[in-house]
């Protein structure tokens, strides 16, 4: 594996899932594979749960790690080739990738979609350049149409919560006020897509996901219905990818927030969200805090995707 993007570097999946759960068993037997290795995390976005966990995934590892927030104070980077660089940014990402990479045997990457342009978007220009410059192996943080250190921790979970072989599990969209990216959705339909479980997916109308991300999912726009004898909640917001309102927010009705009304159709259903979530416009209070909810154990288990993905490039590339 020299990078991680999307699901089908994992893989054969159910292979990848069993790694990661008997890494879950003793997260320090591996403390030699990244010795004397450097991991360079590299943020154009915020983050809690993905900086946190992915350098306790490396120093599990036994790795060096570092952080560079680009927008924090590092020199403002320009992305686009061919600009006249006369602005506010003094220095060229095509000069700062060999430049990082000289220093870090790893990388991993976060810049998310900027929803100026669908084609920058959806060409993943930021995370590919960083391939094609870097020559180290680069990992996806979330980029601009993906998330999958967060699918693959959700998967993980889903395994390990699960009550049936082949457990119903919806992805519902849920109204936000700001326009997020279709990152989360789209890897969360990738990973499902290649799990064994019973996918469906329901969102108002105009809120489609891209169509190599949705693939053979069942669509259903009536919410409650789709949460009938539904065994998993995953819920996230989006914005819409369809054109013309590629990135705009189309609906913040709020019948969408999950709530003990649609949870009562389910399969006493698991409450999943890969966090930060905004209380009482995503999900309730009362929802999010029951029994039920899963989000605390699903976040714990981004360390044990980000180990398993940091190992599988140690040993590939090392
Ligand atoms: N779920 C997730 O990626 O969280 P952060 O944005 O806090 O890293």
């Not at 893989?11 to 879950?24: D, H, M, P, S």
């Not at 993905?50 to 060096?64: C, E, I, P, V």
């Not at 969200?273 to 029994?291: A, F, G, Y």
């Amino acid at each position: 594996m020299k990078t991680y993007t999307n699901v089908k570097d994992l893989g054969n999946l159910q292979e990848a899932v069993k790694e990661a759960l008997e890494i879950k068993k003793n997260r320090y037997a591996y403390k030699h594979i990244g010795e004397n290795k450097t991991l360079l995390m590299v943020f154009f976005n915020s983050s809690l749960r993905t900086r946190l966990s992915t350098q306790k995934a490396g120093m599990n590892l036994g790795m060096n790690t570092m952080v560079l927030d680009v927008n924090a104070g590092a020199w403002k980077l320009e992305t686009e080739r061919g600009v006249v660089m006369d602005g506010d940014k003094p220095e060229h990402i095509l000069e700062a990738i060999p430049v990082m990479a000289s220093y870090c045997d790893i990388i991993g990457v976060r810049s998310f979609a900027r929803f100026e342009s669908k084609k920058f978007d959806y060409e993943e220009t930021i995370i590919n350049q960083f391939i094609q410059y870097s020559g180290k192996p680069v990992f996806s943080m979330e980029a601009a149409t993906g998330h999958p250190l967060q699918a693959f921790a959700d998967l993980i979970t889903i395994e390990e919560y699960k009550k049936i072989a082949r457990p119903k599990v919806v992805l519902t969209w849920a109204p936000h006020p700001r326009a997020l990216p279709q990152a989360v959705p789209n890897s969360f339909a990738d990973f499902m897509n290649e799990a064994d479980v019973d996918f469906v997916i329901t969102h108002p109308e105009g809120y489609e996901l891209a169509p190599q991300f949705v693939r053979g999912a069942h669509i259903e726009y009536d919410q409650m219905k789709a949460f009938e004898g539904a065994d998993f909640i995953y819920a996230k917001s989006w914005a819409a990818y369809e054109d013309p309102n590629y990135g705009k927010v189309l609906s913040t009705d709020r019948s969408w927030t999950v709530s003990d009304r649609q949870m009562a159709k389910t399969n006493k259903a698991y409450f999943m969200h890969c966090l930060p979530v905004r209380r009482n416009m995503i999900v309730t209070d009362d929802v999010i805090e029951s029994p039920q909810s899963i989000v605390i154990p699903e976040a714990a288990n981004r360390e044990i995707s980000a180990q398993t993905v940091i190992k599988r490039l140690l040993e590939s590339n090392y």
